[in-house]
């Protein structure tokens, strides 16, 4: 955190803060240096990954799903039925990452997936 300095010539107190405010948001902005790439044919694959993205932050997410995506199956995700599988894939890991693959299992049902 900054120290206030109340000073004239340093500015007021409340700048100060606002501009240490606007560093941090603006650091936590930039892209990460240990994302990682996600490689893997499908459709869908995109729509995965911002949802993770979303929960777990970009670095976490691109993780998780090279974990999941290279442990889980070779052939590309397609179709609904796709989605419901990965997402049950999803769904055994426990904690934000089971919350996700429930939400992903949600939108599979509602795209005609069949359980």
Not at 33 to 39: G, R
Not at 40 to 46: E, S, T
Request: charged share 20%; hydrophobic share 40%; with cysteine.
């Amino acid at each position: 955190m900054t120290a206030v300095r109340a000073d004239a010539a340093a500015g007021s107190p409340r700048s100060e803060v606002q501009a240490a405010i606007r560093s941090d948001v603006e650091s936590s902005r930039a892209p990460s240096s240990q994302s990682q790439a996600v490689h893997y044919p499908g459709a869908i694959v995109p729509f995965i990954h911002e949802r993770l993205t979303k929960a777990l932050g970009p670095a976490r997410a691109s993780e998780v799903m090279n974990e999941r995506l290279t442990t889980w199956r070779p052939r590309p995700l397609e179709t609904a039925q796709d989605l419901l599988e990965f997402a049950n894939h999803l769904m055994r890991c426990g904690g934000l990452i089971q919350a996700v693959g429930r939400s992903l299992k949600v939108q599979a049902l509602l795209r005609g997936a069949a359980e």
